[in-house]
């Protein structure tokens, strides 16, 4: 069986989606004294805690990587020009927010402040929600989607994005603020699956 460049993307997209899924669940069921509702995700891989190494270079490492390789075969399909070509560039910001909590992880309950991991981390997490927030709105003016609801549902999560992080940092909702963010990364997957699907076309064969 001959796959196609866009049968590969789409594929990608699924796995990327599923193994989060996958990551996110068994992660937090293996982990001592983990709460998916209270804490963080990042927290899976905080320092000094049991199973952080495992967590990094078997969850978020390959769930970064995953995402990347999806947007890297993807990327000459996408149906984008303009503002929703600048969008597909700071989507990337997405693999890198994965990489980044591989590479620099939050200290033990991922506080405000702390060693220079977890500055680092912050620092990235700050970065990496707005610039996906953005580009998710960027993506959604692509002309292919005009009037349709894979727009309305870009334009939702890119929205979603930002006050779903804002309220999330808020003291008030510490006892759940592990349930608002998974309900982020689950507007971000289908917003991954939505793009393979609606935004992603073969390219004209060369005659």
Same mark, same amino acid.
């Given at each position: 069986m001959s796959?196609?460049?866009l049968?590969v993307?789409?594929w990608?997209?699924?796995?990327?989606?599923?193994?989060g899924?996958?990551?996110?669940?068994?992660g937090?069921?293996?982990?001592?004294?983990?709460?998916s509702?209270?804490?963080?995700?990042?927290?899976?891989?905080?320092?000094?805690?049991a199973?952080?190494?495992?967590?990094?270079?078997?969850? =978020?490492?390959? @769930?970064?990587? *995953?995402? $990347?390789?999806?947007l &890297?075969?993807a990327?000459?399909? !996408?149906? %984008?020009e303009?503002r929703?070509?600048?969008?597909?560039?700071?989507?990337?910001?997405?693999?890198?927010?994965f990489?980044?909590?591989?590479?620099?992880?939050?200290d033990?309950?991922?506080?405000?402040?702390?060693?220079f991991s977890?500055?680092?981390?912050?620092? =990235?997490?700050? @970065?990496?929600? *707005?610039? $996906?927030a953005?580009? &998710?709105l960027l993506?959604?003016? !692509?002309? %292919?989607?005009?009037?349709t609801s894979?727009?309305?549902?870009l334009?939702?999560?890119?929205?979603?994005?930002?006050?779903?992080?804002?309220?999330?940092l808020?003291?008030?909702?510490?006892?759940?603020?592990?349930?608002i963010?998974?309900?982020?990364?689950?507007?971000?997957?289908?917003?991954?699956?939505?793009i393979?699907?609606?935004? &992603?076309?073969p390219?004209?064969?060369?005659?």
């Open positions: 796959w196609t460049r049968q993307a789409r990608l997209a699924v796995v990327t989606v599923i193994y899924l996958m990551f996110y669940t068994v937090a069921a293996v982990k001592p004294d983990y709460s509702v209270s804490q963080y995700i990042s927290e899976l891989n905080a320092t000094s805690t199973y952080a190494v495992e967590m990094g270079r078997f969850g =978020f490492l390959p @769930l970064g990587l *995953f995402f $990347g390789l999806f &890297l075969v990327a000459p399909l !996408a149906q %984008v303009g929703s070509r600048m969008g597909w560039y700071l989507l990337w910001s997405q693999p890198v927010a990489l980044s909590v591989f590479l620099a992880p939050c033990a309950g991922c506080p405000d402040s702390g060693s977890q500055i680092v981390h912050n620092a =990235f997490g700050l @970065l990496t929600y *707005f610039a $996906g953005l580009g &998710l993506l959604a003016a !692509a002309p %292919v989607l005009s009037g894979a727009r309305s549902f334009r939702f999560t890119g929205v979603a994005f930002v006050v779903l992080f804002v309220v999330m808020q003291p008030e909702v510490a006892s759940v603020r592990g349930l963010q998974r309900f982020a990364d689950a507007l971000l997957g289908g917003a991954v699956l939505v393979a699907w609606g935004l &992603l076309a390219r004209p064969q060369v005659k």
